[in-house]
Every structure is written in structure tokens, then in C-alpha cells.
């Protein structure tokens, strides 16, 4: 497996809980481009339209002189009973759905995980703050 991007302010931003692995449909030329790394997950997310999972706002850079939608909805490719046990627990649980990370899986794939979060507010970004600089002081001392 190899990553291709992280979306790093999803955990800051987001209690993360449950990650799914999903296919995306893509162009030739956003292949190209995502090979290239030109890709941002920054503020993506996806959503459910008519029983069909899409990704938005995710940013695929123009390659080279090709003309298309950079950040065009972008469908998800999951099994039908997985899109169902999300939606119910997305409606039932509040959760919102936030991409992670995407990367090529050991078959050449592009692949996109998706975790059901839910959003931090000040004080829990805090609290995870603290948490990760105990963590690091406790390494060091360890290491030493």
C-alpha cells in the first residue's frame, strides 16, 4: 500500500471511529493527475445522494493541458449492505463522513478510506493536544 495523501485535520478536527475502505470513479486524466500527487483531501467529505455515496470537494489538480471539473462530485464504490449500515448510522448516530487518506492498494487501485467521525470542539482539541505531548515527552524518556 501506498499513500498517496493524508488528511491530517480530519483527526485534529474529528473523533474518529469507524474507517471503511471504498474504490473511486475517476477520469484518465485524474488518474494521471493523483499519480502525480496533485490531490488535496482538505475539507472533502461525502454524502449521500440517492443512495449513492459521493465525495466532495475533493481537489484534483488540471494535468497538463486537459480541461475538467477539478472539484466535480466524485462517486464511491462500496457494496450495497456497507452504504446501508452507513446511512443508518449516519442518521441514527449524527456522524458525518470524512475521507482520511487515499492510496494504491497492492492490485494498482486508487482506494479512499472513509471514516464516520464526529466533530471536536475546543476543549476535546485540547485534551487530545495534551494527550500527544504526554505521549511524546514519555518516548523521549524512554528512548534516552
Not at 87 to 109: D, V
Amino acid at each position: 500500500m501506498k499513500i498517496i495523501q493524508k488528511n491530517k485535520i480530519a483527526n485534529f478536527n474529528y473523533e474518529l471511529f469507524e474507517k471503511y475502505e471504498c474504490g473511486i470513479s475517476l477520469q484518465g486524466w485524474e488518474v494521471k493527475s493523483i499519480r502525480a500527487n496533485n490531490c488535496n483531501l482538505k475539507n472533502s467529505y461525502a454524502t449521500f445522494k440517492t443512495n449513492e455515496l459521493y465525495l466532495t470537494n475533493f481537489q484534483i489538480s488540471q494535468y497538463m493541458a486537459v480541461k475538467g471539473d477539478e472539484l466535480r462530485e466524485r462517486k464511491l464504490l462500496l457494496h450495497k449492505n456497507q452504504l446501508l449500515k452507513i446511512a443508518l448510522k449516519q442518521k441514527q448516530q449524527g456522524y458525518t463522513l470524512i475521507p482520511t487518506m487515499i492510496y494504491w492498494n497492492e492490485k494498482s487501485k486508487i482506494k479512499v478510506e472513509i471514516a464516520l467521525a464526529k466533530g471536536k470542539n475546543k476543549i476535546d482539541k485540547r485534551a487530545s493536544e495534551k494527550e500527544r505531548e504526554v505521549k511524546r515527552k514519555l518516548e523521549k524518556l524512554v528512548y534516552k
